[in-house]
């Protein structure tokens, strides 16, 4: 007897007739407590700025963010992602660890408001530098290159991280492009009496046109050329598995690739070459943007977008994912329960 393997014996569609059905049998699950939602905390008081270039978020200071608290925690959001905006910048970012910087600050509100909210502290200078580069900056002589002092700026960085860290910072998210970063806070974190602490690493961040709406909302654009000699070559793939495998052996916990919408296939890759690694994505503020302008214009779906693209982030492997949606999805699914 013939062996009836394909069509019309079988049939895929037939697990595609009815709503129930498919919901059956889908392979990727969007959960509320997967999504980490970045925030925006900026010194001063009674301050809640809209971030133009990114519709439904804003600036908060520390005394203005109860009721944001409270309403990520009611969708079920479990994470979120902190950066500061500090009143006063200089060449090598101190605010960035002083004990009574803005991001210790809400870090300790946080805590006293919503206990169970994880918190995750990103760790770099270009928020609190008044040049806008992610470390201290060196001269070379007859060079017209932007120049990061790589191992001075790890000081910096392993500094930021315990500061943030004796706040009550549940992960610590180095995010600055320089070698060694990871081995250097880990250290420092040690030493320090936090050797139970997390690192989550943005161990594949590319240099991207993706990221303006976000400097914008952290007021951290580089004042004068670009981060293209310390972020990675978005050409490359090779290069950013030699980076995961360093963060690994320097002590991440956790890997990230970033950005997300639009590098699906880094995502996948990292995940296949490092599968016991949790991946986090980081769906960035240019990409979110791009689905808010078209929406706006009338030209998608939003929801069904915003829905279908962090979906896909999922898909390709990321166990977690940084999103400005987080909010929007998480209200979907609470109404959808």
């Not at 895929?12 to 049998?25: G, I």
């Amino acid at each position: 007897m013939q062996n009836q393997t394909r069509f019309p014996s079988v049939r895929l569609r037939r697990l595609r007739q009815h709503a129930a059905l498919r919901a059956l049998v889908s392979e990727t699950h969007l959960r509320a407590d997967k999504l980490i939602l970045p925030l925006f905390i900026k010194e001063g008081s009674q301050i809640k700025n809209p971030i133009a270039s990114m519709p439904g978020h804003f600036q908060w200071s520390v005394d203005c963010l109860a009721e944001e608290i409270q309403n990520i925690v009611s969708l079920g959001i479990s994470s979120v992602l902190l950066f500061g905006i500090p009143l006063h910048k200089d060449a090598l970012g101190t605010a960035g660890f002083s004990d009574k910087g803005i991001i210790p600050t809400a870090i300790r509100f946080i805590k006293q408001i919503a206990p169970q909210l994880l918190v995750f502290s990103d760790i770099c200078c270009c928020e609190y530098t008044d040049h806008g580069h992610c470390g201290a900056l060196t001269h070379v002589e007859h060079s017209h290159a932007i120049h990061v002092d790589n191992d001075k700026t790890l000081t910096l960085l392993a500094k930021q991280a315990v500061s943030h860290a004796k706040a009550g910072a549940d992960v610590i998210a180095p995010s600055a492009n320089m070698d060694g970063m990871v081995v250097s806070i880990r250290q420092a974190l040690d030493a320090a009496g936090f050797s139970h602490l997390p690192i989550l690493s943005y161990a594949v961040k590319y240099a991207s046109s993706l990221y303006g709406p976000f400097r914008q909302a952290a007021e951290g654009a580089p004042k004068f050329g670009d981060r293209s000699s310390y972020q990675m070559d978005y050409t490359n793939v090779g290069e950013a598995l030699r980076e995961c495998s360093l963060d690994i052996e320097e002590g991440a916990d956790m890997l990230m690739v970033k950005p997300a919408h639009t590098y699906l296939d880094m995502l996948c890759r990292v995940k296949q070459q490092f599968p016991e690694m949790p991946l986090c994505a980081y769906h960035t503020s240019g990409e979110y943007a791009m689905l808010k302008a078209a929406a706006e214009k009338g030209w998608i779906d939003e929801k069904k977008a915003m829905v279908e693209v962090v979906t896909a982030i999922h898909r390709a492997g990321a166990d977690c994912i940084i999103t400005y949606f987080a909010k929007d999805i998480a209200k979907l699914l609470k109404e959808s329960a």
